[in-house]
């Protein structure tokens, strides 16, 4: 089945600065979804992307489609505590019922 | 409003003792699912339902089961439960079209253990 690279595993900011995680598929995606866990929860559907290189918003998150759609990312602007959680990138495609997760980036900020 | 609501949160057995996980939903999507999650893991699907129709991944362990009574209501059983079936559950809900099935909502999870 189709994998991808979810870049970095870990990532320890102090808060005020900017994050961003990866996903890198080595196969041409349909669409890419991204999801967010907080620890001890459960994930929450954040955004879907489909178009050649799409960006969307979310007030401090930006979430990019690469032209080729084989990569995206998530940027999250000047963090806060709040944005503390896992951070998944799911490249299920049309025919797939499972989520096919990347193994995640956890993020840890610092106060 | 919690629209996935899975019962209990939190759930202790034995080695070997049958227990079952609820799921309901008020979205009243077409599509159900439950993962289980081990520390540190991406969530890994054990089955879905699209509507009555029931869709076992090909590497589910026997021992897991599940029932779909009616479109609200989904359950985990777990026929004997092992030291090694400890974990998060997590039921999810999509509705079935193309592009939204992968826009999942998941419940806060039945937290596992088993003595």
């Known amino acids: 089945g189709q994998q991808v690279m979810q870049i970095p595993q870990y990532q320890h900011v102090q808060e005020g600065e900017d994050f961003t995680t990866y996903c890198n598929s080595s196969?041409?995606?349909?669409?890419i979804q991204w999801y967010k866990q907080r620890p001890g929860g459960h994930p929450v559907f954040l955004i879907q992307?489909?178009?050649?290189?799409e960006v969307k918003k979310q007030k401090r998150l930006t979430f990019q489609f690469g032209e080729a759609k084989k990569n995206s990312s998530l940027h999250i602007t000047a963090t806060q505590t709040t944005d503390v959680g896992t951070y998944f990138c799911?490249?299920?495609?049309?025919?797939?019922?499972?989520?096919?997760f990347g193994k995640g980036t956890k993020l840890s900020v610092i106060p | 409003d919690a629209m996935v609501i899975q019962n209990p949160r939190y759930q202790v057995t034995q080695f070997g003792k049958p227990v079952t996980l609820s799921c309901s939903q008020t979205l009243n999507h077409n599509v159900m699912y439950w993962y289980q999650q081990k520390s540190s893991q991406a969530p890994k699907l054990l089955f879905h339902y699209y509507d009555k129709d029931f869709n076992n991944e090909a590497d589910t362990p026997d021992n897991f089961q599940s029932r779909r009574p009616n479109t609200s209501f989904c359950f985990l059983d777990i026929r004997s439960p092992g030291l090694g079936d400890a974990a998060m559950y997590l039921c999810?809900?999509?509705?079935?079209?193309?592009?939204?099935?992968?826009?999942?909502?998941f419940g806060a999870g039945t937290r596992l253990s088993v003595l």
């Open positions: 799911d490249i299920s495609g049309a025919g797939s019922y499972q989520l096919t």
């Open positions: 999810a809900t999509s509705r079935g079209s193309k592009l939204a099935k992968n826009i999942q909502y």
């Open positions: 992307l489909v178009k050649s290189g």
């Open positions: 196969t041409t995606l349909s669409n």
